[in-house]
């Protein structure tokens, strides 16, 4: 997850690109993380506390998948790092329980379709910021994750080129 410097400066920078204010973006600290577990309350607080301070608005969730967020947040542009959209994109958060291994490419793909297209009728879309993951400073232009994904399918997202430099900035 970005730090809260760069969580606000994505949020920035998607408004700016939708034509709205930034007092229209939201700030959402989920409370649970698929791979990590539940975020304690002690950190949880400094977190919303830290983000306050600055001026944001913040909206504390519990909702941990994306398909969850969209169903909460229907009609919502999310903005994701190039490696959470990598996540978004990975079969092992849809597969059904114990069904991963050994399971087709074809079969992880068809999982990971389903999932887009609950996203899709729930009219969310993605604007990914560039990051640098494995070494190298991917985008979902220069990094495809799903490259025959089609642009016009279930979720359109949008490539945010201005926030390179920025998010590579410790």
């Keep these: 997850m970005p730090t809260q410097c760069h969580s606000e ?9 939708l034509g709205r204010p930034f007092s229209h973006v939201l700030l959402e600290i989920c409370a649970v993380n698929p791979d990590k577990g539940t975020v304690d309350v002690k950190s949880m607080h400094a977190r ?8 944001n ?5 519990g909702a941990m998948l994306f398909q969850q967020k969209a ?8 903005v994701v790092g190039y490696d959470t959209y990598r996540r978004i994109l990975d079969a092992k958060y849809y597969a059904p329980p114990g069904c991963m291994d050994g399971s087709s490419s074809e079969q992880q793909r068809e999982w990971t379709m ?3 297209q609950k996203l899709h009728s ?5 604007i990914v910021a560039g990051r640098v993951d ?4 991917k985008t979902i232009v220069s990094h495809p994750v799903m490259p025959d994904l089609p642009e016009d399918g279930p979720c359109q997202n949008r490539d945010m ?9 410790g």
Excluded at 9 to 17: H, N, P, Y
Excluded at 48 to 55: D, H
Excluded at 71 to 78: A, D, I, V
Aim: glycine residues 10%; neutral net charge.
């Design 48 to 55: 919303i506390e830290k983000a306050v301070s600055r001026g």
């Design 57 to 61: 608005r913040v909206l504390a969730s």
């Design 161 to 169: 080129p201005d926030l390179t430099v920025l998010l590579d900035v």
């Design 122 to 126: 729930c009219r969310v879309q993605f």
């Design 114 to 116: 389903n999932a887009l």
């Design 71 to 78: 169903e909460l947040f229907p009609g919502s542009s999310f």
């Design 9 to 17: 400066e994505m949020g920035k920078q998607a408004a700016k690109m």
């Design 134 to 137: 494995g070494g190298d400073f």
